[in-house]
C-alpha cells in the first residue's frame, strides 16, 4: 500500500532520514516508535507530500509520489486522513463544520449529503450531538476526537496519525486507541502510528518499526520487537533508570 525506498532528508546541516526503508501492507496498522526529533513527523510529511525528500522514491498503491505536481498529489491526497498532534481543529468553526470543511471544500454532496456524514462521523467517535459546539468547548480528548472524526468523513484509504495521544490522560488515551483500532476494523484503513509512548503504540500495532538515526532498523510483531537483540531498541522499551 506504502512504500518508501531509500529516503534522504536534512535540513540545513541537521540529517534527519537517512536512507530510510519502510513498506506497509494494505489493512494493517504500522505503529513507528522512536525518540522526539528522529524523522517520525517528517516521514509523515513526505507521504502527504507537503515535503519533498532531498532523495529516494515514495509509493503509494504503486503511484510514485515523489515530484509529483500539486494537481497529481491532490488526488493522492483525497486517499489520505491525517490526525495532528495538536488536533488542529479551525477554532472559528463549529465542531460540526470542522468535521463537514473538506466536504464542503472538494465534493459535490448535498447539503443533506454532508449533514448525514458528519452525524454519523461524531457518533463513531462517541461526540452525539456536538456539531453546534465551538473547539474551545471540548476537552483534549474530545477534540482529538473531534479531529479523527473530521479525518474520517472523506473515507480514506490511509490514516495518519501523529502522536495521538501525547499530553492525554491514560483514560483518555485508551479511549483514542480503541478509536485507531475501531477505525481499522469498521473501515478496513491502513494505517501509520507515529508515537513515542510504547503503551499507546503496543495497544494498536499489528506490526512495530523502531526508528533511530533516520532509518528503521528494527520491524516486526511486538512479540518480535520485545525479543529483539538490537540495543537501542532494548534501551528504547526499557526506558529510562
Not at 58 to 65: C, D, K, M, P, Q
Not at 162 to 177: M, R
Not at 210 to 218: A, H, L, P, R, S
Request: proline share 2%; hydrophobic share 40%.
Amino acid at each position: 500500500m506504502i512504500e518508501f525506498i531509500d529516503v534522504y532528508k536534512s535540513f540545513d546541516n541537521k540529517k534527519v532520514l537517512q536512507g530510510f526503508n519502510l513498506s506497509i501492507k494494505k489493512g494493517e496498522t504500522l505503529v513507528i516508535l522512536g525518540r522526539s526529533g528522529c524523522g517520525k513527523s517528517v516521514m509523515l510529511k513526505i507521504l502527504l507530500g507537503l515535503m519533498q525528500p532531498d532523495s529516494g522514491r515514495v509509493f503509494v498503491e504503486g503511484t510514485e509520489i515523489t515530484n509529483l505536481t500539486e494537481a497529481n498529489l491532490f488526488s493522492i491526497r483525497q486517499k489520505i486522513g491525517m490526525l495532528f498532534q495538536g488536533s488542529a481543529l479551525f477554532d472559528s468553526l463549529t465542531v460540526g463544520e470542522n468535521v463537514a470543511f473538506a466536504l464542503k471544500e472538494h465534493t459535490r454532496k448535498s447539503w443533506a449529503e454532508i449533514d448525514e456524514i458528519v452525524r454519523r462521523n461524531l457518533e463513531f467517535v462517541e461526540l452525539k450531538n456536538t456539531e453546534l459546539l465551538m473547539p474551545s468547548d471540548l476537552s483534549g480528548g474530545m477534540r482529538k476526537r473531534a479531529a479523527l472524526a473530521r479525518a474520517m468523513a472523506s473515507q480514506p484509504q490511509i490514516m495518519l496519525y501523529d502522536e495521538p495521544t501525547t499530553g492525554l490522560d491514560p483514560i483518555t488515551a485508551t479511549t483514542i486507541n480503541a478509536l485507531i483500532r475501531k477505525t481499522q476494523r469498521q473501515f478496513g484503513v491502513t494505517s501509520i502510528v507515529v508515537t513515542h509512548e510504547l503503551d499507546s503504540g503496543f495497544s494498536v500495532a499489528d506490526r512495530v518499526g523502531v526508528i533511530n538515526d533516520g532509518v528503521i532498523i528494527e520491524i516486526g510483531s511486538i512479540a518480535e520487537i520485545k525479543k529483539s537483540q538490537n540495543e537501542f531498541v532494548q534501551r528504547f522499551i526499557a526506558g529510562p533508570k
